[in-house]
């Protein structure tokens, strides 16, 4: 593990993971065990910029560590952690709020639009700063790079400008780090639009095969195909996207050929698809209820990968507190 370059990156706890949340995040943490030293945290703390109940998190933080390990992500080879077990992020985000503008943060442009969405007329300190929280995230473990999104990048952004600041008001303490930026496939939802929990369009990495069947069938697919007889575009139809993901080329030529020529029907189409994506995601489906069956064994790997975090936390701080020269 050591010598090899940092990784870090985070998700909150929203519970079970869905296709799209593996395929544009999860699948490339997995990959990225093999070349780096990688920390993957739960942002708990970051649920409450939103929301002040907060009683689903502790089951919605294993649900998602089972997807987690039942995705292939390795304790033995990565942290998993909890963020709120390493309270040394809180300390490190107060720092940072000293060096960092207000206009800064006002700047990022997920603040605004998360004020939009959810109708906020009087934002809290903490839902500005929670970009700040994510620099002390991932800072304090002076990590190369960050597997995020594209509409993280601001925040990597952010993260880089506050290195820049804390560096020159007390020393040199932080390298700056990149975002590594997640080729994100088109993942769509039963409905045809974008996969997301809030929809109910969502396929979960929990649901067993008879379930995908079920959700897949009935999936919407070009419009133009009303009967078998009629023609369709296999570029405007979001079964393609799936196709896309899981189908080897040589079937998905023979899906759109026989799209386009109506040589086939909806039904035959779907049913390739399950055939190729079915026993990819059985495998992860598996793998993630035998841990979901032993909730504390999840527990363990969260709390012995936190123990491992914060030690490395601790030696960042004690640089940090070195750097401010606030003790006597
Ligand atoms: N803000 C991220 C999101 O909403 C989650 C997150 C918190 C994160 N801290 C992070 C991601 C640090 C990468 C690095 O998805
Ligand atoms: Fe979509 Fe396949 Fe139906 Fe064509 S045949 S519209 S690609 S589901």
Known sequence: MSG????????????????????????????LQDDYDCFYFSADWHVLTDRTDVSDVPANTIEMAADWLGAGLDPERSTLFIQSLVP??????LLFSMVTPVAWLERVPTYKERIEQLGITSPSYGLLGYPLLQ???????????????????????????VARRFN?????????????????????????????????NDIELADPPEVIRAKIRPMVTDPARKRRSDPGNPDICPVFDLHKIFTPPADREF??????????????????????????????????QSFAEKPDTIKQV??????RARAVAQKTMTEVRDAVKLLP
């Open 302 to 307: 969260l709390v012995e990968g936190s123990r």
């Open 88 to 93: 040394e992020h809180a300390e490190l985000h």
């Open 135 to 161: 620099s002390a995230d991932i800072l304090m473990y002076k990590a190369k790079w960050v597997p995020v999104g594209i509409d993280q990048v601001p925040h990597i952004e952010l993260t880089r400008e």
């Open 168 to 200: 020159a008001a007390f020393g040199p303490v932080f390298p700056e780090p990149d975002a590594k930026l997640t080729e994100i496939p088109k993942v769509p939802g039963t409905d045809g639009r974008k996969m997301s929990k809030s929809y109910g």
């Open 255 to 288: 899906c759109a050929t026989n799209c386009r020529t109506a040589g086939f029907g909806c039904l035959d189409c779907k049913d390739i698809l399950l055939k190729h994506m079915l026993p990819p995601l059985e495998k992860i489906r598996a793998r993630r």
């Open 4 to 31: 090899r370059e940092r990784v870090l990156s985070g998700m909150r706890p929203s519970g079970r993971l869905h296709l799209g949340n593996y395929l544009g995040a999860l699948a490339n943490w997995v990959k």
